[in-house]
């Protein structure tokens, strides 16, 4: 079954370094996400991405973050300059609709700032 | 915010048991998902509700919805210790959020 692919698994940085995550999205699927979630929390929503644009965001997605989808296959999220409370589970997820189908999630990037 | 809120926090049974989570949310949705997440992996969607319908099966999942009560539950039969997991429950959101999770049910199934 296709899957939805996020590298590096665990990225370490030091506050004030620009980060990149990575995603491969599911190949068929129009609709691309970013969701985030610190330790014991919930899952937060960050952007979605629809036909190379940002569609939605949310006010946890400041300055500091980006999106942007460089070829046919990988999504990527920046943090500009990371701060301590950047550290999280950052999630790539993927649909084939928009509001109404169900995300297919990656299995998230570790991030540390320290 | 549309934003569903799991009830319990947790909760711990025996293998073979029962397990059932609810859902509230605020406003009027079209539909209502589920997922669930092994502990530091990516969510997994589990079922989708549509606001015309009441009930749906997967297996041994059984998901209720209660437009009128804006309320759903998720019925797992017969557990065992691989459901062990966290549950939440998700909504379109009205404004500018494709789907809002709530802050999950940690399910452990003692074997």
């Known amino acids: 079954e296709p899957e939805v692919t996020q590298t590096p698994s665990h990225q370490v940085t030091q506050m004030g370094q620009e980060v990149i995550l990575r995603c491969v999205p599911i190949s068929n699927h129009l609709y691309f996400y970013w969701y985030r979630q610190i330790l014991g929390q919930k899952v937060e929503f960050l952007v979605s991405?629809?036909?190379?644009?940002?569609?939605?965001k949310s006010e946890i997605f400041d300055d500091q973050f980006s999106v942007e989808r460089p070829d046919g296959s990988n999504f990527t999220l920046k943090i500009r300059s990371t701060k301590l409370e950047d550290s999280a589970m950052y999630f790539c997820?993927?649909?084939?609709?928009?509001?109404?189908?169900?995300?297919?999630f990656g299995n998230g990037t570790r991030l540390t700032v320290t | 915010s549309q934003q569903g809120e799991e009830d319990p926090q947790a909760l711990s049974i025996q293998e073979g048991e029962n397990a059932t989570m609810n859902c509230s949310y605020k406003?009027?949705?079209?539909?209502l998902q589920w997922y669930r997440q092994n502990s530091g992996r990516g969510l997994v969607h589990l079922i989708l509700i549509r606001s015309n319908e009441r009930e749906k099966h997967s297996g041994r999942l059984r998901v209720t919805l209660d437009t009128s009560k804006k309320s759903s539950s998720l019925l797992i039969t017969a557990s065992r210790a691989a459901d062990t997991a966290s549950y939440f429950c998700?909504?379109?959101?009205?404004?500018?959020?494709?789907?809002?999770f709530g802050k999950g049910t940690r399910l452990s199934v003692i074997a």
């Open positions: 997820a993927s649909s084939e609709g928009g509001r109404n189908s169900p995300l297919h």
């Open positions: 998700a909504t379109p959101d009205s404004g500018n959020t494709p789907l809002v």
């Open positions: 406003t009027s949705i079209n539909n």
């Open positions: 991405f629809y036909n190379n644009e940002i569609s939605e």
